[in-house]
């Protein structure tokens, strides 16, 4: 079976999706205590990396 690799952004992307799942995006982005627009451009594609207290944050793991 051949692995499909993924890039940063659909990363990014995933891990949003499965942290905000059972809520609104209104309090995911509390949550986090990121900027929406900031979160935005993660989904549009337009920001591909962060470092990895933001990926905590995304994630909710903080």
Same mark, same amino acid.
């Given at each position: 079976?051949?692995?499909?690799?993924?890039?940063?952004?659909? =990363?990014? &992307?995933?891990? /949003?999706?499965?942290?905000?799942?059972?809520?609104?995006?209104?309090?995911?982005?509390?949550?986090?205590? +990121?900027?929406? =627009?900031? &979160?935005?451009? /993660?989904?549009?594609?337009?920001?591909?990396?962060?470092?990895?207290?933001?990926?905590?944050?995304?994630? +909710?793991?903080?």
């Amino acid at each position: 079976m051949k692995r499909v690799k993924m890039n940063q952004s659909d =990363e990014l &992307i995933e891990t /949003i999706r499965n942290a905000s799942s059972n809520m609104n995006f209104d309090d995911y982005v509390r949550a986090t205590g +990121l900027e929406k =627009e900031f &979160i935005f451009s /993660i989904l549009k594609g337009e920001i591909e990396e962060v470092d990895e207290a933001t990926r905590s944050k995304l994630s +909710l793991k903080h």
